[in-house]
């Protein structure tokens, strides 16, 4: 979707969706749409309360509160595209903050594009390269996977290993994780010994992945890749183990939350825009507080939910509650409109509502939280 068509179909948000929001100074509502029975969920919706409750301590927007209203998709793209159509024919809201993970923010993607009533859905986590062209009132916060990918290949062959096994999850993000990363470090001089999909549901039922994990270590892996998501993480890593599998696990993004499998996600190597332990000040006093309020320290998606959320106060305070005045607002950040000085970085979008120049680090698993791995 290239800029001109994204302004054209501003200007018929203009036409019906300007005014979403402009009760006579009461709340702006923003929703907040994911799967919250998630790690993942958990930490943005955690980050993104928080968030509400500074900005309305510091006087909300022009003087008026801010309120979140809270859907929860369940990780189903079925009830994503209900969840969306909820918010966009809610008057109230003015834009909504999801969804978390990429198959349910791609399907939820037509009913906040729509031609007459569009909403901006600012995702602080899907990554899938699909997302980019998702639609004229979609933005992102979180790198795409076309980042995470070849940010973990080169660091897996600069720690030595040489032969990856790949398990991915047999949807948009897995897929998206998977081709990205196995065609990266067969670039960087290494070999993939196996490519194998799998539906979250199989993995808990009988052998699970058990058959693609003993031909993986028969073909010689040193290390195992998982696209997929922390749950997934959770039913895959006692099963390698007890095959006798000690070398290292690796993953994107979507395995945030396995540290809190306790010591079978211990040595776990995880790739993220944020770590609590590698911030500059700003990040500092975020870690701080999320510790203090939730008693553990933020992760990646914690910290993109709480960055989403400071994209959206900024657009809300220069341009206004009106739906159009904001999607054409989050247009110009990075270029006509200031960048975003967010705990994960600063964040400027390019004119498909990406953040290119945002930067994939690798932590590790240790005492149950994610830290820098270092180089």
Request: glycine letters at 14%; charged letters at 20%; hydrophobic letters at 45%.
């Amino acid at each position: 979707m290239n800029a001109g068509c994204r302004i054209g179909i501003a200007v018929l948000g203009l036409m019906s969706g300007a005014c979403g929001g402009m009760g006579a100074g009461g709340e702006i509502h923003v929703g907040l749409a994911g799967s919250m029975g998630t790690a993942g969920g958990r930490a943005v919706r955690q980050a993104a309360e928080m968030a509400v409750e500074e900005i309305n301590a510091r006087g909300g927007i022009e003087g008026r509160r801010l309120a979140l209203v809270v859907k929860d998709d369940a990780g189903d793209p079925r009830r994503a595209i209900q969840v969306a159509t909820e918010l966009r024919d809610d008057a109230r809201v003015v834009a909504v903050i999801g969804h978390i993970n990429s198959a349910a923010t791609l399907a939820a993607a037509g009913g906040y594009n729509h031609p007459r009533r569009g909403v901006v859905a600012l995702s602080p986590t899907a990554s899938s390269p699909q997302v980019t062209q998702a639609g004229p009132w979609t933005f992102r916060v979180s790198p795409s996977d076309l980042a995470y990918g070849p940010a973990l290949a080169r660091w897996a062959r600069a720690h030595g290993v040489r032969r990856a096994a790949v398990l991915y999850a047999n949807d948009e993000y897995g897929r998206g994780v998977e081709a990205s990363f196995a065609g990266a470090f067969r670039a960087e001089g290494g070999a993939v010994v196996s490519q194998d999909p799998y539906l979250t549901e199989m993995l808990t039922v009988g052998a699970g992945a058990e058959p693609y994990l003993r031909r993986a270590l028969n073909r010689g892996m040193d290390a195992l890749f998982i696209a997929g998501s922390s749950e997934d993480a959770a039913a895959i890593l006692p099963r390698v183990r007890r095959l006798g599998y000690t070398g290292p696990v690796i993953g994107a993004d979507g395995l945030l939350g396995v540290e809190a499998e306790g010591a079978v996600a211990e040595g776990v190597f995880i790739g993220a825009a944020f770590f609590a332990d590698a911030g500059d000040q700003a990040a500092g006093r975020f870690v701080a507080e999320y510790q203090r309020r939730f008693r553990l320290p933020p992760n990646a998606d914690a910290a993109l939910g709480y960055d989403a959320m400071r994209v959206i106060e900024q657009a809300l305070t220069r341009a206004g509650p009106g739906r159009a005045h904001i999607r054409t607002y989050l247009e110009g950040i990075g270029t006509a409109n200031p960048a975003v000085e967010g705990v994960t970085g600063a964040i400027r979008f390019d004119r498909n509502g990406d953040v290119p120049q945002k930067v994939v680090a690798v932590g590790v698993v240790r005492g149950g939280n994610v830290v820098s791995a270092g180089r």
